[in-house]
T-cell receptor, first 113, second 115 residues
């Protein structure tokens, strides 16, 4: 039973560029949440997708957008990258909305130069 | 404004002893609290949770205590094992309006269990 998978593992982008990160949830899960974890900080909630719609959103600008596909996989898009967007981006999946019993992927390390 | 605070960045405990990790919060609207454990190069792993209507929840070696009046929770690990060495995150959820919830994490405490 595959857990949560994320791609790519690492990514280097330049300021102003756009990036897309991908996440496949754990088998049987229908909800995907995205988090940003800066160095030395705890994860910060970006948004949560359920039934292909954004259901919850944290305090992140509109440059951060997402999508959920019919197979429950998800993408996180960040436009107009800033140096401060450099972080580990974590995806978590769960069954149903909310934050109970989330399973996290290993993350995508994004570096913006 | 940090709503969930883990004031100890690190903690060292001898194997077999009790580990106590602490977490303070400021938002009285938090209604559910969770602890996650994170090993290097892995995503956080859910450990244990507690609803705000309870003051204690136990799961094997792990017990979480909630003191609502003090806005404080703690995670007890007894007995501590070397495999428990990891970063532990405290997190809390609150209803933020319009059917939406928020999940807020602390900065984490790095636990080292010494054999």
């Amino acid at each position: 039973d595959a857990g949560v998978t994320q791609s790519p593992t690492h990514l280097i982008k330049t300021r102003g560029q756009q990036v897309t990160l991908r996440c496949s949830p754990k088998s049987g899960h229908d909800t995907v949440s995205w988090y940003q974890q800066a160095l030395g900080q705890g994860p910060q909630f970006i948004f949560q997708y359920y039934e292909e719609e954004e259901r919850q959103r944290g305090n992140f600008p509109d440059r951060f957008s997402g999508h959920q596909f019919p197979n429950y996989s998800s993408e996180l898009n960040v436009n107009a990258l800033l140096l401060g967007d450099s972080a580990l981006y974590l995806c978590a999946s769960s069954l149903g909305q909310g934050f109970h019993e989330q399973y996290f992927g290993p993350g995508t390390r994004l570096t913006v130069t | 404004d940090q709503q969930v605070k883990q004031n100890s960045p690190s903690l060292s405990v001898q194997e077999g002893r009790i580990s106590i990790l602490n977490c303070d919060y400021t938002n009285s609207m938090f209604d559910y609290f969770l602890w996650y454990k994170k090993y290097p190069a892995e995503g956080p792993t859910f450990l244990i949770s507690i609803s705000s209507i309870k003051d204690k929840n136990e799961d094997g070696r792990f017990t979480v205590f909630l003191n609502k009046s003090a806005k404080h929770l703690s995670l007890h690990i007894v007995p501590s094992q070397p495999g428990d060495s990891a970063v532990y995150f405290c997190a809390a959820t609150a209803y933020s309006g319009a059917g939406s919830y928020q999940l807020t994490f602390g900065k984490g405490t790095k636990l080292s269990v010494i054999p």
